[in-house]
């Protein structure tokens, strides 16, 4: 997206949300020049200056960022003070918005912010110069938001976003968390930003408080890892999960099926290897040929703070798991664990489950259900799938197919 993209669009969500009373707040004040610092910060006019921009942690990053910054909160700003916004209101629900920065939202039962508060020091970079006291909650999630893009927190690599409510009322605070995911999705969507948003309604409790606390994290990160900590893997622990970024637990939480959520997109999976080539290293660690792996299953899990996808497959009189790195395709342990034989063996395979924990394959025969490298089990049929190659997969190399002729 291109730096004017990013100005028009975040310029245009804050006025469409909020009257434009500037000019007549100058004439009431008696101002008659414009504001020049504001309106007029310099502007890298250029084209080397526009390829040796890079954003910057601890400060905006180049000058029309500060003006488009800039903008947002002054227009926030006037809407808070001339609406004399009582601040002392009682908190309705508190939103959480993660990238990696965390920020948490106090908000009242009109949906205007109460406060705002970073949970980390990247977020006091995101709300830096912001007073979003007083502005209407889908002013303020896109504003941050907007600003997470100018600081380079949300990438094409890093394209997710984690939306959590809490609230009094749950019935309220579920319909809340769809509305601002709706919301962001989109605003991100005409902005022409490939973005995924994971929505979340959270039971907050004082453990689950005092869990995030403890660990720097928002009520909503804490929340999600509680619950990728139920969806049956048995590698995953605390301290792995709390070792990841906000978007590898999005794509954790995407690909194992986490329960009751809101989600729009697809948290980027391109720099990670992929179910089938996952397979076919453990295959070729454990020098067995697809042909003779039986129950072959796989899921997408976590261990030792990394990514991972744990293969296993019964060859013989011996049981193979393996855990590959989700990134480089190295081998993060494996076990080689003898079974003895197998009474009235046959060919067999099982699903690749992403998240179900079990293998529904027999030694006695039957087919592959492999999905894609989305690991979406739901999909198991899509378009990637070739199923008469029910090995391959079109986003792998030649290496998988290679494996098919042994």
Same mark, same amino acid.
């Given at each position: 997206m291109?730096?004017?993209?990013?100005?028009? =669009?975040?310029?245009a969500?804050? %006025? %469409?949300?909020?009257?434009?009373?500037l $000019?007549a707040?100058?004439?009431?004040? +008696?101002i008659t020049?414009?504001?020049k610092?504001?309106m007029?910060?310099? @502007?890298?006019?250029d084209?080397?200056?526009?390829?040796?921009w890079?954003p910057v942690?601890g #400060?905006?990053g180049?000058g029309?960022m500060?003006? *488009?910054?800039s903008?947002a909160a002054?227009?926030?700003?006037?809407v808070?003070g001339?609406?004399?916004y009582n601040?002392n209101?009682?908190?309705?629900a508190?939103v959480?918005?993660? *990238?990696n920065?965390?920020? !948490?939202i &106090?908000?009242d039962s009109?949906?205007r *912010?109460?406060?705002a508060?970073?949970?980390n020091?990247e977020a006091k970079? *995101?709300?830096?110069?912001m007073?979003l006291k007083g502005?209407?909650?889908n002013?303020?999630?896109n504003?941050i938001?907007?600003?997470?893009l100018?600081h380079g927190y949300?990438t +094409?690599?890093s394209?997710?976003i984690?939306? =959590?409510v809490s609230a009094?009322?749950e019935?309220?605070?579920?319909?809340?968390e769809k509305?601002?995911?709706?919301?962001?999705?989109a605003?991100l969507?005409d902005?022409?930003?490939t973005?995924?948003?994971l929505g979340?309604?959270?039971n907050e409790?004082?453990?689950?408080?005092?869990?995030?606390?403890?660990?720097? @994290?928002?009520?909503?990160k804490?929340?999600?890892?509680?619950?990728?900590?139920n969806t049956?893997?048995?590698?995953?622990? %605390?301290?792995d999960l709390l070792?990841? &970024?906000?978007? /590898?637990l999005i794509l954790?939480?995407?690909k194992?099926?986490?329960?009751n959520?809101?989600s729009y997109g697809?948290?980027?999976s391109g720099?990670? @290897?992929?179910?089938?080539k996952?397979?076919? @290293?453990?295959?070729?660690k454990?020098g067995?040929?697809?042909?003779s792996a039986q129950?072959l299953?796989? %899921?997408?899990?976590?261990?030792?703070?990394?990514?991972i996808y744990?293969? =296993?497959? #019964?060859?013989?009189d011996y /049981?193979? $798991?393996?855990?590959i790195n989700?990134?480089?395709?190295?081998?993060? &342990?494996? !076990?080689?664990?003898y079974e003895g034989?197998?009474a009235?063996?046959?060919?067999g395979t099982s699903?690749? =489950?992403?998240?179900s924990?079990t293998s529904?394959?027999?030694s006695?025969?039957?087919?592959a259900?492999?999905?894609d490298?989305? $690991?979406d089990?739901?999909?198991?049929y899509?378009d990637d799938? +070739?199923w008469d190659? #029910?090995?391959?997969d079109d986003?792998d190399?030649?290496?998988?197919?290679?494996?098919?002729?042994?």
């Amino acid at each position: 997206m291109t730096e004017s993209k990013i100005n028009e =669009s975040l310029k245009a969500a804050v %006025e %469409e949300m909020t009257p434009n009373m500037l $000019d007549a707040l100058m004439s009431e004040l +008696d101002i008659t020049d414009e504001p020049k610092e504001l309106m007029h910060d310099t @502007i890298a006019q250029d084209s080397a200056a526009d390829k040796n921009w890079k954003p910057v942690s601890g #400060r905006l990053g180049a000058g029309w960022m500060k003006a *488009v910054i800039s903008c947002a909160a002054v227009l926030v700003l006037v809407v808070g003070g001339l609406s004399v916004y009582n601040l002392n209101k009682t908190a309705f629900a508190l939103v959480s918005l993660d *990238v990696n920065p965390g920020i !948490e939202i &106090s908000i009242d039962s009109n949906e205007r *912010v109460i406060s705002a508060t970073p949970v980390n020091d990247e977020a006091k970079d *995101v709300l830096s110069d912001m007073d979003l006291k007083g502005s209407d909650i889908n002013v303020a999630t896109n504003a941050i938001v907007g600003s997470m893009l100018t600081h380079g927190y949300l990438t +094409d690599l890093s394209n997710s976003i984690l939306v =959590s409510v809490s609230a009094q009322d749950e019935a309220a605070g579920t319909e809340l968390e769809k509305k601002l995911s709706e919301n962001l999705n989109a605003y991100l969507e005409d902005s022409q930003i490939t973005a995924a948003i994971l929505g979340q309604y959270v039971n907050e409790d004082e453990a689950l408080k005092s869990f995030a606390e403890t660990n720097g @994290i928002s009520i909503g990160k804490a929340w999600l890892i509680k619950n990728l900590l139920n969806t049956g893997s048995t590698k995953m622990t %605390e301290a792995d999960l709390l070792k990841l &970024s906000t978007q /590898e637990l999005i794509l954790l939480g995407q690909k194992r099926g986490v329960a009751n959520n809101t989600s729009y997109g697809d948290a980027e999976s391109g720099k990670y @290897i992929g179910s089938e080539k996952a397979i076919s @290293i453990a295959l070729e660690k454990a020098g067995v040929k697809k042909a003779s792996a039986q129950n072959l299953h796989y %899921e997408f899990d976590a261990e030792k703070g990394v990514l991972i996808y744990e293969v =296993s497959f #019964r060859a013989g009189d011996y /049981e193979y $798991d393996y855990d590959i790195n989700a990134i480089d395709g190295s081998i993060v &342990s494996y !076990e080689k664990e003898y079974e003895g034989p197998v009474a009235g063996a046959g060919g067999g395979t099982s699903n690749g =489950s992403s998240g179900s924990g079990t293998s529904n394959g027999s030694s006695g025969g039957g087919n592959a259900y492999y999905d894609d490298d989305d $690991d979406d089990w739901d999909d198991r049929y899509d378009d990637d799938d +070739d199923w008469d190659d #029910r090995y391959d997969d079109d986003d792998d190399d030649d290496d998988d197919d290679d494996d098919d002729d042994d």
